[in-house]
């Protein structure tokens, strides 16, 4: 078998339906524009099509520009959300779907039970039919805090897609699937591709308006570009 190049799908993946999800459908964010960038075609299609949608935010997104002066981390944290509502706005989902649970950024995997506890209590306005969490193994400490604090902790029986957002980018061969670990399943954005992109938009301390941390985080314009035209990428485990 060929080893896997970065941004190559695996070459069995199969289409993802979204009329085969059943709601109410919740897409979970470690971050404010998680959400947008591995799952806004998708999301915007299930919101086009009346399929409920509710959107839970993990962290407080407060780590992304440490040194700015201009947005010190109480400002970053109120603007980040307001960006986050804003970008599911855009897909369809409106703010009274929306619950922030205002973890520390960077730092997840050292509350798993606080989030647990917090995610039960958010899932109980609209029980889970159809769960959309990142990828146990994309490659970001927070994204993988995230699989491993809910994966088990979902409440009743629902479907769980796990999607990817660094994957594609830094993912090295074993953050993969394995061969018969999981399904692939892809959605292109085809017709939600503009949609996805202002969703996106919507992150604007993300995407360089804040000037005055030279480390702090920036969204690459390629990793948006790719994100917009290629297939969104998901895996089922035990489908
Ligand atoms: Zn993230």
């Known amino acids: 078998m060929a080893a896997r190049v970065n941004g190559t799908p695996p070459r069995q ?16 964010a470690p971050h404010p524009d998680d959400e947008a960038l ?11 099509a009346g399929q409920e949608v509710w959107a839970l935010l993990l962290s407080d997104g407060g780590f992304s520009h440490p040194a700015s002066a201009a947005y010190p981390r109480e400002r970053l944290v109120r603007t980040r959300l307001a960006e986050w509502r804003a970008g599911l706005a855009v897909l369809g989902v409106p703010a009274e779907r929306t619950a ?17 506890e917090a995610a039960r209590a958010a899932f109980r306005a609209a029980p889970p ?51 018969g ?36 985080f920036t969204l690459a314009p390629d990793m948006i570009a790719r994100a917009v035209r290629e297939p969104e990428t998901y895996f089922e485990v035990n489908p």
Do not use: M, N
């Open 38 to 48: 591995g799952c806004g075609a998708l999301i915007a299609a299930l919101t086009d």
């Open 181 to 216: 670990e999981a399904r692939t399943l892809t959605f292109p954005p085809s017709g939600w591709a503009d949609r996805k992109a202002a969703a996106i938009a919507a992150h604007a301390t993300q995407l360089g308006t804040i000037t005055d941390d030279p480390g702090g």
């Open 13 to 28: 993946a199969g289409l993802l339906d979204p009329a085969a999800l059943t709601g109410p459908v919740w897409v979970v």
């Open 100 to 116: 922030a649970l205002g973890f520390p950024d960077g730092a997840l995997a050292g509350h798993a039970q606080e989030i647990q």
């Open 129 to 179: 039919a159809t769960v959309l969490l990142p990828w146990g193994r994309d490659p970001h400490p927070d994204h993988r805090a995230a699989w491993a604090t809910l994966h088990a902790a979902l409440p009743g029986p629902c479907r769980v897609l796990l999607y990817t957002v660094w994957l594609q980018e830094r993912g090295q061969e074993g953050d993969w699937p394995a061969p």
